[in-house]
Structure formats: structure tokens, C-alpha cells
């Protein structure tokens, strides 16, 4: 349900525009604000402080709850945001209640397990406590290796599906023991059956490989980390890891579930373009780009007879009608893209859709940008 505040941060007339803004190297470095985000945002209220257009932040932090991170914003950017303009890249783990009811092991950092219980998972299992539960199985850390004496491997209910929150901080345990849980099915104080008969499933949220802190260069992301899971898992069962559900940008289900927030901002009118503004090619300018293309690829579908399309998919259609025209990606230059060096070739994404609609120096321009495109 909509809470009142945030109905009155948002225009009463409807609009045709609405903004998704990425978070870290857009309008953070850091804990550090980027100073044209406050001057961006001042453009983006009306006399009353009530947003000129409805506005999202979808970022793939993912170590918070969306109320920490509409606090954080609305202190930094001195404006008000409701946790329901939030998108973490675990939000849309909402959606997914077909893994509510089963016994989940989440790894992260932050309140993981609460992050969880509050996306609607009932049996919630950390990294942390499959450690103590079964001591013997983290051996790398010499300092932290338990009197094999006094500490005898317990009982542990079956792990069904494990959810990667984020980086953790101690990667060699994580590592060690989500292998363990792989390659056992669930019942890591077992020996390993390799090749697993079946593999659990696993849902994984945020793959960016880098994002920007105050450091002169990026930071790794969860996805250097997933690229490491993957690897051994690889060497050691000659298989791909199979994921269940990719989570966060540039990821299709992140950018639906962010226009049904925009939407509902807008009095449930639909929203005829979609500005994304972001300073990450992979992620970022790749999501909104390929999101701009199953728009054009729906509303394609929809010009079918009306007649033939209302029988065969019934309140489907309305959904459909309700959808944005487009979504156009807006590049800035204050985070991990660098004009001066060349983004690195991955040979399995479609080169077209690095390409963003939009190349501009700081979100400042970026909103600049999208007033004069709508006219105000």
C-alpha cells in the first residue's frame, strides 16, 4: 500500500515522463555526494517540493533496507524519498513467493537475513550460522579453526535454495560454503556427490562486476565474486552454475518492477518514456537499452487483431496497454564510465545495446537533458 508522503512528493496531474536514477557514481561516490546531484534535483521540484515527474531510484546496492536508503537519499539530496521509490537489487525477490515457503541460505552482508524475512522468505538461513552449525567445514582461516574435540557436526535442517544478497565480506568462507551446500543438495555435513544429481536452485542479485566508491578507479562488485563461485563450481563439476533468477540491473524484471512503481505515482496512468540515468555501460546503459527493446517488442505484439489478443490473454492486455513506449538510457561521466578509456569487450553481450541513447557529463545534464526533450 502507498503511504501518504509519498503520494504528496509527486505532481496531482499525471504525467507522460518518468525517471529512474542509479544510485553509486550518479549521485554518490561513496558516502560522499556528487555535487551536481543536489543542483539536479533542485530542478526536478516544483514550488511545492512535489517531484515535476514521477521518480525511482533503482540501484544494486543490495546490503540495506529500502527505508535506510530513502533516509540516506533524502539527507544527501535534501529532498523527501519514500522507500517506495527504492528499488534494491532484491526487491523483485517479492515477486518470486513460489521460494516464500522454503528453507532459503542467504549470504551477504548487512541484515541479510532480516532483508529477507521482509521480502516474504519464512525460513531464513545465513552463512554465519551454517558456520557454527557445522565447524569443520571453514578451514582456511587458521586463527578461526575450531578444537575438532569439542566441536561435533549438528544437526541442520535441508537448505532448499540459496540467495546471494551481495559481496560478503569473508569470500573464502562464502565460497567454501555455498560449494558445500551445491555440491551436497542442501545437506552440506555430508560428503560431496559430484556431479550433483541436481543442482539447488540459486537466485542471485546485483552481477555488477565494479561500481564507484571514492576510490580514483572502481571497486569489485558481487559480480567478481559470482565469477569466482562460478569457476569452482565449474572445476569442480565440469558444469555451468545454473542461476534460478538473476536479480537487479540490467536484468528485465528489475526495470518492470521499477515501471509499476512509476506508474503508481502517476495515478496508475501509463508512462510513455522512461529515462534511465546511469554511469555504468554493462549494467545500467545495457538494462535500459534492452528494456527499451522488449517494450518495442510488446507493443509490436500488441498490434495483432484486438480481438484475437483480448480472447487469448484476457486482463493480460490491459497490463500490455499500460506499458511505456520507450526507455531511453542516459550515460554520465562521474562514475565507472570513462570517455578516456575503453570500456572492456565482453563478446557475449549485443555490442548495440552498450550504446546509449545519451552521452552527458553529470546527472545535472542528464536532467537538463530530459526537461528540454519534455518541454519544461
Wanted: glycine letters at 6%.
Amino acid at each position: 500500500m502507498w503511504s501518504r508522503g509519498l503520494l504528496q512528493t509527486v505532481r496531482s496531474s499525471s504525467r507522460q515522463a518518468g525517471v529512474l536514477f542509479d544510485v553509486d557514481g550518479v549521485l554518490l561516490r561513496g558516502r560522499s555526494i556528487i555535487p551536481a546531484a543536489r543542483r539536479a534535483f533542485r530542478k526536478l521540484l516544483d514550488r511545492d517540493n512535489n517531484f515535476l515527474f514521477p521518480v525511482v531510484f533503482v540501484t544494486n546496492a543490495g546490503s540495506c533496507q529500502r527505508h535506510d536508503k530513502a533516509q540516506q537519499l533524502s539527507r544527501l539530496l535534501e529532498v523527501q524519498v519514500s522507500p517506495e521509490q527504492v528499488v534494491l537489487s532484491h526487491s523483485p525477490l517479492q515477486t518470486l513467493d513460489e521460494f516464500h515457503d522454503k528453507c532459503v541460505l542467504v549470504s551477504g552482508q548487512g541484515p541479510v537475513t532480516e532483508i529477507a524475512k521482509t521480502l516474504g522468505f519464512q525460513k531464513v538461513l545465513s552463512v554465519d550460522q551454517l558456520r557454527v552449525q557445522h565447524p569443520l567445514l571453514d578451514m582456511v582461516d587458521h586463527n578461526r579453526r575450531p578444537d575438532l574435540s569439542s566441536s561435533p557436526l549438528k544437526t541442520f535442517p535441508k537448505i532448499e535454495a540459496i540467495i546471494l544478497f551481495g559481496e560478503p565480506i569473508r569470500w573464502e568462507t562464502n565460497l567454501q560454503l555455498l560449494i558445500d551446500v551445491l555440491l551436497t543438495n542442501g545437506s552440506p555435513g555430508r560428503a560431496y556427490e559430484v556431479p550433483p544429481p541436481v543442482q539447488l536452485p540459486v537466485l542471485a542479485c546485483n552481477v555488477d562486476l565494479t561500481w564507484m566508491a571514492e576510490a580514483p578507479s572502481p571497486r569489485f562488485g558481487h559480480g567478481v565474486f559470482l565469477l569466482c563461485l562460478e569457476s569452482a563450481y565449474r572445476k569442480l563439476t565440469g558444469r555451468e552454475l545454473q542461476y534460478e533468477a538473476l536479480l537487479g540491473k540490467p536484468n528485465l524484471l528489475t526495470y518492470q518492477y521499477a515501471e509499476k512503481l512509476l506508474r503508481l505515482q502517476n495515478h496508475n496512468h501509463k508512462i510513455s518514456t522512461i529515462y534511465a540515468i546511469g554511469d555504468n555501460l554493462m549494467t545500467d546503459i545495457y538494462g535500459a537499452n534492452l528494456y527499451n527493446r522488449y517494450l518495442g517488442q510488446q507493443h509490436a505484439a500488441m498490434t495483432m487483431p484486438t480481438k484475437l489478443v483480448a480472447q487469448g490473454m484476457g486482463s493480460h492486455v490491459r497490463e500490455e496497454a499500460l506499458m511505456s513506449s520507450e526507455c531511453r538510457s542516459i550515460l554520465v561521466c562521474t562514475g565507472v564510465y570513462n570517455p578516456r578509456s575503453p570500456p572492456p569487450e565482453d563478446l557475449q553481450l549485443d555490442q548495440d545495446l552498450v550504446e546509449p541513447h545519451h552521452l552527458v557529463e553529470d546527472v545535472e545534464a542528464a536532467v537538463d537533458l530530459l526537461l528540454q526533450r519534455e518541454s519544461i
